[in-house]
């Protein structure tokens, strides 16, 4: 479902902007067709559950084409209603024994933040994947906690799921996340607010 493998050509874990522009569909799929990202997490916390659910329909075609997972933020119950890949839970959002049993075998990845004990728990619910992060400072949740290199050399060892490192990633610094054990850079603002680049270029920039 979910693969662990290192030498993925596609270790991007994409997630949505803040709120949806009017170009937005229409660069999602120049971005998708990089064929550079592996997953797409829709993330509005400002759009109530109707609004999300229309928009997850327009995505869902999107990712389709380009056999990228789509993952919805926060809620099993939006990713069971619009029948996304899978979901993605914080550890202050939905309880994830709740996830599985309505979304039955589709992915489902938590948030551990810096915490190995976090991590661990995560993988006796039997979690999809596990996030670790803000690695940097991050213009999308500018007050994440904090994590370090440390936490990924040990999942590298400790951890047999896929590891995705989440918080403030750009084209400079990714790579001593991948180097240090993650397998998905989880990645939003330099590609969707790049004051340089448009979301179609920016993108290739993570190989």
Not at 14 to 34: G, H, M, Q, R
Not at 74 to 89: E, P
Not at 175 to 183: R, Y
Request: hydrophobic residues 40%; proline residues 3%; contains cysteine.
């Amino acid at each position: 479902m979910v693969s662990k493998s290192r030498s993925l050509k596609r270790i991007v874990y994409l997630i949505s902007p803040n709120k949806i522009y009017p170009n937005f569909f229409t660069d999602l799929e120049k971005v998708l067709s990089s064929n550079h990202v592996s997953f797409f997490q829709l993330r509005l916390k400002n759009n109530n559950k109707n609004q999300i659910i229309k928009i997850a329909k327009k995505i869902k075609p999107i990712t389709k084409k380009f056999k990228v997972k789509f993952l919805i933020n926060d809620s099993y119950k939006i990713a069971k209603k619009v029948s996304s890949d899978g979901c993605h839970l914080g550890q202050s959002d939905e309880n994830i024994h709740s996830a599985k049993e309505n979304l039955k075998n589709k992915i489902i990845g938590v948030t551990c933040h810096n915490s190995k004990a976090l991590a661990l728990q995560a993988l006796k619910d039997k979690a999809s994947y596990i996030a670790f992060g803000s690695f940097f400072n991050s213009k999308l949740k500018p007050n994440a906690k904090k994590a370090n290199l440390k936490i990924l050399n040990w999942a590298k060892k400790n951890i047999k799921k896929p590891i995705v490192a989440i918080g403030g990633i750009n084209e400079k610094n990714y790579k001593n996340l991948i180097k240090a054990g993650a397998n998905y850079i989880a990645i939003s603002t330099v590609i969707w607010n790049n004051p340089f680049l448009k979301p179609e270029i920016a993108i290739k920039k993570f190989k």
